[in-house]
C-alpha cells in the first residue's frame, strides 16, 4: 500500500540526498502513522516534490559526471 511505498521513498530519499523530497515523504508518513483520513494534500506535496527533481535532472546533464 502507500505507507509501504512511502516508506521505501524515504529510504531511498536517505541515500540520494534529496532533503525537500525526504521532508515531504516523511510529512505524509505522519498523516498516515496518525490515521489522517484525508492525506491528499501531503501526497500531492510528494508528487510535486518529485516533479522538481524531474525538472532539476531534465536542466542538468549529469552524465558527464560519469564519463570516462
Do not use: M
Request: some cysteine; aromatic content about 4%; hydrophobic content about 40%.
Amino acid at each position: 500500500g502507500i505507507g509501504e511505498s512511502n516508506h521505501a521513498l524515504k529510504g531511498a530519499c536517505c541515500y540520494t540526498g534529496t532533503p525537500h523530497l525526504e521532508q515531504a515523504v516523511a510529512a505524509l508518513a505522519d498523516k498516515l502513522n496518525r490515521g489522517d483520513q484525508s492525506p491528499q494534500g501531503a501526497l500531492q506535496a510528494v508528487l510535486d516534490a518529485i516533479d522538481e527533481l524531474l525538472e532539476w535532472q531534465a536542466d542538468h546533464e549529469i552524465s558527464v559526471l560519469f564519463d570516462d
